[in-house]
């Protein structure tokens, strides 16, 4: 599986902006999908996930309300939207799947990343 992550920026505190991650192959719907995050200096930390038919979606609490995951298999795509961001939101972005029906928060059960896109928050 390979992944393709995009969407990252530069935007005022406050603002929007939406997240993609393309994923290789045509097992798309059989992955759980995740976001993760790693700012300057921090550990990756658990941004959100979404289970293989998208109906069930976790979110880490410094984002709970302001960002939304959800995915389209058709397109082999699950997306990111965030809203509201804040200069603590300034990261790098990954992607993360694996082949497994249960969702986890934990980076090192999933298998594949993708490159990573960076957000940066201006206040």
């Known amino acids: 599986v390979q992944l393709q992550a995009s969407g990252g920026g530069l935007v005022q505190a406050g603002g929007s902006l939406r997240l993609s991650c393309a994923a290789s192959g045509r097992t798309f719907s059989s992955l759980s999908m995740a976001w993760f995050r790693q700012a300057p200096g921090k550990e990756r930390e658990f941004v959100s996930a979404?289970?293989?038919?998208?109906?069930?979606?976790y979110y880490a609490d410094s984002v709970k309300g302001r960002f939304t995951i959800s995915r389209d298999n058709a397109k082999n795509t699950v997306y990111l939207r965030m809203n509201s961001l804040k200069p603590e939101d300034t990261a790098v972005y990954y992607c993360a799947s694996r082949y497994v029906v249960v969702v986890t928060t934990k980076s090192w059960e999933y298998d594949y990343w993708g490159q990573g896109t960076l957000v940066t928050v201006s206040s």
């Open positions: 979404i289970s293989r038919s998208g109906g069930s979606t």
